[in-house]
């Protein structure tokens, strides 16, 4: 395959892969709110996740150590194993979260039972992540998420206030009403931020390049795919904030599910954008729910020393085909025993920020050490920015918790 | 001796730098664990000399805090394997062993899931 086509293909499966329930529910919930005022902390975290999701790939290219190698080498067992198990429960919840969407917007096309509609989803994932190779799950799920793009165009239609929306990235405190309007306004810029910023997809991006091959001369190629690719993912989560601001907020509506969103689109264009609208959520949902199963096998085998990787078939890594299916089986439990979805995804999010520190710090040392990284170590900005968003990570999650049950999950 | 003389000492070897927690790979390149402990002898000169290292959920729980460790090691057994010095092969970011994990005895439960997943199709 030609160096462009790869680099074309990386970047359109970085983008298609970029939206997950929570990062659409937060962000139609954001402007549904407060119109543009939070699009700023969009540019932001989509700055930090370009800086993680850059230096993982990095760091996985030169020393084909993924990041659960480095904190098992850096942290020990017993202060990794905290790591590990907090990570792995983030993932069984957004796992958990992205299956109950999908089952939702199947509920929407079908009026079939959601219950079955989730055994169903995890009966159709399992079979894809079981048969397919990493290349072919990369790519189905990547390519087809860009129906979401459909949010853009929504966006477009809408014709908003390009001013505005301009104006919407300049990092602000908007005037509000009532002091726990404030409160809300934190808890959506740091619920935002860690649904951007979500930890699986470092973890997940580093296996991916090991399981990909990459070598230390594709570090330039990697810089481009992370860079492009999660840009104009980020402009798929501006679309849903537009389309939240413009469409939602005018008519008061608060979205609490994620078929909300796709009003913007069937307003815009018709039964047409309805229907793509919705199979780009199901395919992007669907993505992320493999991500988080697989990203949770990632990390334990390679924790424990396991044999690990979707390039063996399951018998040459079975306790790593092993892991993948318990996440699975677990994610649909929690989705079948009757817990609300979106509850769940405010949970995974919220957790989500918590273990964001214990996730970049030791990918920040490993990408700054001289001696792990020779030529390719961390230049002087991208230090400086590591320290910035892992210093601003660390202050989201500070308040994460308490802003969650403050303002009762945004609801206040 | 003060600080500055004990660098001066050659051969000096890093333990928990540059073994422990690091991840074991058997003859054919296969991950087969990590190092979850080092043995470590006392000569008759008074010099520290590392003489083996043992891998297995047993030795990782060793350093968990005792009750936790308690609990670990009923759900999950106290098997650990010791594996001499001679059979380390090279000593970089990742440990090579010069056997494989079968002939060491590694990783007993990897190979009962295998024959296990085996059966089902599309797994080989």
Redesign the interface.
């Known amino acids: 395959m030609s160096a462009f086509l790869q680099i074309f293909l990386g970047i359109l499966t970085a983008m298609g892969g970029f939206v997950e329930v929570g990062e659409l529910v937060f962000s139609v919930g954001a402007g549904a709110k407060f119109g543009y005022s939070l699009l700023w902390v969009v540019a932001l975290g989509t700055l930090g996740i370009i800086l993680f999701g850059e230096m993982a790939g990095r760091v996985a290219a030169v ?1 084909k ?1 993924p990041i659960f ?1 480095w904190v ?2 850096r942290a ?3 202060m ?2 905290g790591t590990l198990l907090a990570a792995n429960l983030v993932s069984l919840l957004t796992c958990a979260a992205e299956i109950g969407g999908i089952s939702i917007v199947l509920r929407m096309m079908s009026g079939w039972p959601y219950r079955l509609l989730a055994i169903l989803t995890f009966l159709a994932l399992l079979a894809i992540v ?2 397919f190779a990493f290349k072919w799950i990369e790519r189905f799920f990547g390519l087809l998420g860009l129906l979401m793009t459909v949010f853009v165009i929504a966006a477009i239609r809408l014709h908003p206030d390009w001013h505005a929306v301009g104006a919407g990235f300049v990092p602000q405190v908007p005037t509000l009403e009532s002091p726990k309007d404030y409160l809300v306004y934190a808890y959506f810029a740091v619920s935002l931020l860690s649904s951007i910023m979500l930890p699986y997809e470092t973890y997940f991006y580093a296996s991916g390049a090991i399981e990909d091959g990459w070598q230390p001369h594709e570090v330039p190629m990697n810089r481009i795919v992370v860079t492009m690719g999660f840009v104009l993912g980020s402009a798929l989560a501006v679309g849903l904030v537009i389309v939240g601001g413009q469409l939602l907020k005018p008519l008061g509506i608060d979205p609490q599910w994620p078929g909300a969103a796709a009003l913007g689109p069937a307003f815009t264009m018709g039964r047409a954008g309805l229907i793509v609208a919705l199979l780009g959520m199901l395919f992007a949902f669907g993505g992320a729910a493999v991500e988080n199963a697989l990203t949770g096998a990632y990390n334990t ?1 390679q924790f ?5 990787g979707k390039w063996r ?4 890594a ?2 790593f ?2 892991a993948w299916i318990v996440m699975l089986t677990l994610a649909v439990l929690i989705i079948l025993a009757g817990v609300n979805p979106i509850q769940v995804v405010e949970y995974s999010i919220v957790f989500s920020v918590l273990i964001l520190p214990l996730t970049y710090l030791p990918l920040l040392m490993a990408a700054g050490d001289r001696r ?1 990284m020779g030529a390719y170590v961390n230049n002087g900005p991208t230090k400086i920015a590591g320290w910035f968003f892992l210093a601003l990570v660390t202050l989201a999650g500070l308040f994460a918790l308490p802003l969650l049950v403050v303002t009762r999950g945004g609801k206040l | 001796m003060k600080p500055a003389d004990l660098r001066q000492r050659p051969p000096f070897f890093d333990v928990v730098r540059m073994l ?5 790979l058997d003859a054919d390149y ?5 190092v ?1 402990d080092v043995e470590i002898e006392i000569t008759d000169d008074g010099t520290l000399r590392a003489t083996a290292i043992f ?1 297995g959920p047993g030795a ?1 729980f060793e ?2 805090p005792g009750w936790l460790a308690a609990i670990a090691k009923k759900f999950f057994g106290k098997r650990s394997k010791r594996i001499p010095w001679p059979e380390i092969a090279i000593i970089e ?1 990742r440990i090579k062993l010069r056997s494989t994990s079968e002939a060491l005895g590694l ?1 007993p ?2 190979r009962s ?2 024959r ?3 059966k ?1 199709p ?3």
């Open positions: 020393t150590q190698d098992r080498e020990g067992f017993r990794g194993l079981w048969f085998a424990l020393g396991w044999p690990w078939k399951p018998a040459g079975p306790r085909a092993l792990i | 422990m927690d690091h991840q074991l296969v991950e087969c664990g990590k979850d891998t990782a350093h968990l970011s990783d439960a990897d899931a295998a296990w997943i085996s089902l599309g797994a080989r």
